[in-house]
């Protein structure tokens, strides 16, 4: 471990005081940057679920099949996320989530947003499913059990 006493020789306190000090001052900014980039970050994941609550894509309003849905699923779904909607390596689990949610994601990936590195993939995936499509997937989905 390198010691102000490595940087700074001992003939030199002034300096080694004054190092401490700004070594100190930087961490203290440091520390205050990251605790403002984490309720930030906080910040936007409210403000994202309060859009997933209110906002409705027209999915949600329609009535799912769930064996047409495991249809599609088996199809489009399975490779990545597994059999039972679990997740697989850097896929994410999909059981467990309300439909409200699964239907805003469906529908933002169909619309072009990007959410991370497995965008592309995604927005291939869904990006011809009909609006009755992903009513059915998410049927299935939250028909699975969440174990």
């Given amino acids: 471990m390198v010691t102000s006493e490595d940087v700074m020789p001992r003939a030199c306190p002034q300096l080694s005081v004054l190092f401490r000090a700004l070594l100190g001052a930087f961490f203290g900014a440091l520390c205050l940057a990251g605790a403002a980039w984490a309720a930030e970050e906080t910040s936007s994941q409210d403000a994202a679920s309060e859009e997933v609550a209110t906002a409705?894509?027209?999915?949600?309003?329609l009535p799912g099949d769930a064996a047409a849905g495991k249809k599609l699923y088996r199809r489009n779904c399975r490779a990545c996320h597994g059999a039972t909607a679990k997740g697989a390596s850097s896929y994410p689990?999909?059981?467990?989530?309300?439909?409200?949610?699964?239907?805003?994601?469906?529908?933002?990936?169909r619309e072009g947003e990007k959410f991370g590195p497995n965008t592309p993939l995604m927005a291939q995936r869904v990006k011809k499913l009909s609006d009755q499509d992903i009513a059915n997937v998410t049927a299935f989905i939250i028909s699975l059990p969440d174990d």
């Fill in 56 to 61: 409705e894509p027209a999915a949600a309003a």
């Fill in 93 to 109: 689990k999909l059981v467990g989530h309300p439909a409200a949610y699964l239907i805003d994601k469906v529908v933002r990936y």
